[in-house]
């Protein structure tokens, strides 16, 4: 059942994303009266195919799903009849052919706003920002952060959820400022910690950063009872079930799951005794906790979840929600906040200040979209309004083969007062395909060194 629901929601996500951004191109480009041969979902032999609408467009499935394309009346792509030959796009001026590739990328902004809009108004789902143990030796511990500690403020904006902390504090850690953070105590009193974010690595932001600076999710206290176990983990493989409680790990009792938790990433690769009740009975069970490398170092895991009593989180949950205009401005803002970020991102990526292990490939994309869609449709929104995002940004990269490849030459042209000639087009084509062809193929060894180290 996962494995479908991964599979149909990103099925879902990727048709509709690349619906939407060439629906863009073509709308505008009959708002310029630029006649449409075809309109492709996906790449290659069509496999389903239409003919309608006034100018007899032909609308495709094709066999190749990750992409799509809108093919206009072109004269440098083949013969025209004179008699549309004033309807090709290499006829239009300068400026309707900037305004026709640009609605591409445009219109996956709007969809974000959209989404964004409908979510803010519904109401956003989140954990309070409380603070669970702070580490000594850390950011966080020298700033005088307190474990029960209510994050409320970073810089100017307020932070009613601990996932808008975390897009605040990423922003601040990539820019490694020293940041002013306002929290209310357990007590109810107010005070304001300086956190220096300067100490922060590449590494550390490829993995938990928060987890770096010592700041964590409070969380209540949870019995050593499994909820859930994984399948073809090593939990499974020793014979772990769910309502498992879990008394003991090598003849030292645990409390609460966050002793195992402790007692299985201490122990990557080597094998555990455990003492399980289970159904007024109680046996010892041996597991191997498998190795994976988190922040440069082993740690080990077995597939196995808590059991999670509802009540004990009902506290800790907030959901945060506007009127329809504050929502479209919180919308705006979020498009246009995490655009402006991604950017960034992508800048430290070139020049080497943040890993290009942040980049994601289709499996990735395919593996989050299953898991938002899990965990109900206002997860599975949000993820729609951040790819969205991400393919409007990756589309205005001034990259030949892209959207903004051909908004740079039309750039170009007003500037140099004639178009580009079909030489430099023909060389830029070649970069854009062997730049487009290593990002992928970097995007891919990250998509299968995630699967590998989980």
Known sequence: MNLLTTVLAFLVTLGLLIVIHELGHYFVARLCNVKVLRFSLGFGKPVWSRTFGPDATEWALAAFPLGGYVKMLDEREGPVDPADAHRAFNRQSVARRFAIVLAGPVSNFLLAIFLYWILFMHGVPGLKPVLGTVPAQTAAAAAGFRSGDTLTRIGDEAVPTWQDARWLLLQHAVRKDRVPVTVRGAQGDVREHELDLSGLSASDLDSDFLRALGLSRYNPP?????????????????????????VSVDNEAVRVWEDVVMAIRASPGRQLNLEVRRGGGSSVLQVTPQAFTENGKPVGRIGAGPKIEGRA??????????????????????????????????????????????LSGPITIADYAGQ???????????????????????????????????????????????????????????????????????????????????
């Open 222 to 246: 949870l019995a050593p009872v499994i909820g859930s176990v994984t399948g073809g983990g090593a939990a499974e493989r020793s014979g772990l079930k769910a309502g498992d409680e879990i």
């Open 313 to 358: 989180f009902d506290e800790l949950t907030t959901e945060v929600s506007y009127g329809p205009l504050e929502s479209m401005s919180k919308a705006l803002y979020k498009t246009w906040d995490t655009s402006v970020f991604s950017l960034k991102m992508l800048g430290k990526m070139i020049v080497g200040e943040v890993s290009l292990k942040n």
């Open 372 to 454: 938002s869609a899990q965990m109900g449709w206002v997860s599975f929104v949000l993820f729609l309004a951040l790819i969205s995002i991400s393919l409007g940004v990756l589309n205005l990269l001034p990259i030949p083969l892209l959207d903004g490849g051909h908004l740079m030459y039309y750039v170009f042209e007003i500037f140099k007062g004639s178009p580009v000639s079909d030489k430099a087009i023909e060389i830029g084509q070649h970069l854009g395909m062997a730049l487009l062809f290593v990002l992928m193929a970097f995007a891919l060894y990250n998509d299968i060194n995630r699967l590998i180290s989980g």
